[in-house]
C-alpha cells in the first residue's frame, strides 16, 4: 500500500490493496452516522420535511426503489426503503438552483444513495451506491441510477425525467473544486470520461473511467465517474453548464486506502468542444451495456444490478516474465511479415498503408544519435538492409520505410540479439539531415511483454545531406488537446486525444458513430515538420503495445509502425489511417512546467 494518498504514479502503476469487506465495512460504518464531510456551508433547508420519492426500473431492468425520507435537524435524516423499516444516518445536502443534491450512507449495509432533486418539476434521479459488487475489486464502488418523481399531496406524480443522452460529448471543462481539487475533465464519449489531476497528482498523465451523462434541462447535467481498475473512487456531480457550477460527491479508498466521503461544490471554465460523429439530430446516449469483446467486462450480465460496459484489459492481457520473454523472442520475431499494398483488401491497421518506398535501396547513411549509439545502414533493398552499431559486427536485417514527405522517411526495425529485443523506430530526414528514433524494448520494470520506449535524437550523415549542427527535431506541444480520428479499415475506428504533453488516449467508436469505451498510456510528440509530428504511446496494463505514427496534418494520413510482444513472440507491423481533425481543447496554460516524452 503506498504511504501517499495520491502517488506521484500513472493510476495503473498504483499498487492498489485488494481491500476485504471487512475493512471497508469497518471504514464505512465510523462515518455512516455522521455523514460526508464538506469544505463549504452545506444546505439546511431540508431539516424537518419529508421527502418521498418514487423511482421506474433502474438502467439495467431491476426495479426501482421508493424512498421515504425524514429530515430531522442538523444532518440527520431516516430513511424507510420500500416500506421497510427506517434507518437512521447522517447526511449532507447541497443547493443549485433550482437543484438539491444530497448524500448518505446507510450502517451496517455497505451501501448508499446520491440524490439530485429539481425542486421546479419534481422529478429526481437516485443513485444507489454499494461496495463489494464487482467480485475481483470490492474497493470498487458500483452504481445503480433510477430516474423518478417527488410524491406532492394533491398533485399528479410528474412525468419528468431526466435522461441519458449525448448532449454532453465532446465538451471539456476546468473544475475548482472548494476542497481545493483542481481537475480538467472531458466528456469525450458517451460511456467514458478522460480526467487530468492538477493539485492531487502530477498534471503528466491523463486518465480514464466509465461514466454517465444525464440530462436534466436548461443545461443542467448530471455526471458520473468510477476510477474502475484504479482506485475505484466514485464522483458524482450535478453541474450547470450555463453558470459553470457544480455539487457533488466523492465516495471511495485513496492509494492510502483512506475513505474519502465528502460533498464538494466548485466553479468551472469551459475549456472547449470537439466534434461528434453521430448522425445529424441523433442525441442516443449510454449508459453502455456489457457484452463480450476484448478487454471488456463481458462475464457480467447485462442485466445485472449496476452492470455497465467497462473495458478492464488487465482481465485479458497475457502477461510474461523475463525469462518467457527471453525464451520466446529469438525464436519468434515477425519483421513486416506480410507486405500490405493499399487497395488490396487486407484488414486490420494496415488496410489503408501504402507500399513501402524503394528510394533508400543503395544508399549508405549513419545516424549519430546524442547521447546513444552510432548506427551505421546500408539499404540493399526494398525489404533489407545492413547494420552495425557502434563500430561492431554488420548484421542483415529486414526493415521497411515509408516516404512521409520528400526525403523524409519513417523505417523500421528490430535489433536482433540485443539484451532487450530492441526495435529502432526512425524518421530519416535526409532533407534537414536530422533523425529521431523511438527506440522500443521489452524486460521493463513493470510487465516483461509490454514495451518501455526512449526517445533518440541526432544528426543523419549521408552524402549530400546537409549538417544540422545542433538542430534537432523536438518535443512539441502542438498537440496538446488536439482530437484526431483514425480509420484504420471499415468498422476500425477510434480517436486518439492528447490530454497532456506526456499522454495519448484513445477511444473506440460503436456502430453508429458515438463514442464509446477509452483508454490511455503515456507517449511523446515531437515535432519534424509544420503539420508534421511523430508521434508515439504504450497500451500501458492493456497489451503493451508500442505504438508510432509519423503525422501528416496536410494531407491527413499517416504512416506507423506497432512493436509487440506476446506468447506467440514479437512483431513489428505496419499501421496506417485516414485522418479527421476532430477539434482541439484550450490547454496551453495549464503546463507551464510541461513534462516530455
Request: some cysteine; overall charge negative; aromatic content about 12%.
Amino acid at each position: 500500500m503506498p504511504s501517499k494518498a495520491y502517488p506521484d504514479l500513472p493510476l495503473f502503476r498504483v499498487d492498489w490493496t485488494a481491500m476485504t469487506e471487512a475493512a471497508i465495512n469497518s471504514k464505512l460504518d465510523a462515518v455512516a452516522n455522521t455523514g460526508p464531510k464538506c469544505a463549504s456551508q452545506t444546505d439546511l433547508s431540508l431539516a424537518g420535511k419529508t421527502l418521498q420519492i418514487v423511482c421506474d426500473k433502474g438502467t439495467t431492468g431491476v426495479d426501482g426503489p421508493s424512498l421515504s425520507y425524514r429530515f430531522g435537524t442538523g444532518n440527520r435524516l431516516s430513511l424507510s426503503e420500500n416500506a421497510g423499516a427506517a434507518v437512521n444516518a447522517g447526511y449532507a445536502a447541497l443547493d443549485m438552483g433550482d437543484l438539491t443534491f444530497f448524500a448518505h450512507l446507510l450502517p451496517g449495509s455497505m451501501r448508499g444513495y446520491a440524490v439530485v432533486v429539481d425542486n421546479h418539476t419534481h422529478s429526481a434521479t437516485v443513485l444507489e451506491l454499494w461496495f463489494g459488487g464487482y467480485d475481483k475489486r470490492k474497493r470498487e464502488v458500483m452504481r445503480e441510477i433510477y430516474q423518478g418523481y417527488v410524491h406532492v399531496d394533491g398533485q399528479a406524480p410528474s412525468e419528468v425525467r431526466h435522461a441519458f443522452n449525448n448532449r454532453l460529448e465532446g465538451a471539456g471543462y476546468f473544475w475548482r473544486q472548494d476542497n481545493g481539487a483542481e481537475t480538467l475533465e472531458f466528456y469525450p464519449s458517451i460511456a467514458y470520461t478522460h480526467w487530468v489531476e492538477l493539485s492531487r497528482m502530477s498534471r503528466s498523465l491523463g486518465h480514464c473511467a466509465p461514466a454517465d451523462y444525464i440530462e436534466i434541462g436548461h443545461g443542467k447535467y448530471i455526471y458520473t465517474r468510477t476510477e474502475c481498475e484504479f482506485s475505484g473512487i466514485f464522483t458524482v456531480y450535478a453541474m450547470d453548464v450555463n453558470a459553470l457550477k457544480q455539487v457533488g460527491l466523492r465516495l471511495g479508498f485513496n492509494a492510502a486506502d483512506e475513505l474519502e466521503f465528502q460533498v464538494f461544490r466548485g466553479e468551472g471554465e469551459w475549456l472547449g468542444q470537439i466534434a461528434k460523429f453521430e448522425q445529424f439530430g441523433v442525441t442516443d446516449g449510454g449508459p453502455m451495456l456489457p457484452r463480450p469483446g476484448p478487454g471488456q467486462s463481458g462475464d457480467v450480465n447485462a442485466t445485472a444490478k449496476g452492470a455497465r460496459a467497462v473495458y478492464r484489459p488487465m482481465e485479458t492481457y497475457a502477461t510474461m516474465t523475463r525469462e518467457e520473454v527471453n525464451a520466446v523472442v529469438p525464436e519468434n520475431t515477425r519483421v513486416f511479415a506480410q507486405r500490405v499494398v493499399a487497395g488490396s483488401g487486407a484488414t486490420g491497421m494496415a488496410a489503408n498503408v501504402d507500399t513501402p518506398s524503394d528510394k533508400l535501396i543503395g544508399k549508405s547513411a549513419t545516424v549519430r544519435y546524442d547521447n546513444g549509439p552510432v548506427m551505421d545502414y546500408e539499404f540493399t533493398s526494398v525489404d533489407e538492409l545492413r547494420w552495425r552499431m557502434d563500430g561492431g559486427a554488420w548484421k542483415s536485417t529486414r526493415y521497411h520505410a515509408w516516404e512521409a514527405i520528400d526525403d523524409v522517411f519513417l523505417m523500421g526495425h528490430v535489433l536482433e540479439g540485443t539484451e532487450n529485443h530492441d526495435g529502432h523506430i526512425v524518421v530519416l530526414d535526409f532533407e534537414e539531415g536530422k533523425a529521431t528514433c523511438y527506440n522500443g524494448y521489452l524486460n521493463t520494470p513493470y510487465i516483461a511483454n509490454e514495451a518501455g520506449c526512449r526517445p533518440m535524437f541526432g544528426k543523419l550523415i549521408s552524402e549530400g545531406v546537409p549538417n544540422p549542427g545542433i538542430a534537432r527535431h523536438e518535443f512539441t506541444e502542438d498537440m496538446l488537446g488536439r482530437c484526431i480520428t483514425y480509420s484504420y479499415s471499415p468498422g476500425l475506428t477510434s480517436m486518439h486525444f492528447y490530454s497532456t504533453p506526456g499522454t495519448t488516449s484513445w477511444i473506440i467508436f460503436t456502430p453508429t458513430g458515438a463514442a464509446g469505451l477509452e483508454w490511455s498510456g503515456s507517449g511523446g510528440q515531437i515535432k519534424v515538420r509544420d503539420g508534421l509530428y511523430f508521434l508515439y504511446w504504450i497500451e500501458e496494463a492493456c497489451n503493451g503495445t508500442l505504438g508510432t505514427i509519423l503525422l501528416n496534418m496536410r494531407t491527413m494520413h499517416d504512416i506507423g509502425i506497432g512493436y509487440h510482444c506476446g506468447t506467440e513472440g514479437l512483431s513489428m507491423s505496419p499501421v496506417g489511417a485516414l485522418l479527421r481533425h476532430a477539434g482541439q481543447f484550450d490547454l496551453d496554460r495549464f503546463f507551464e512546467h510541461r513534462t516530455r516524452g
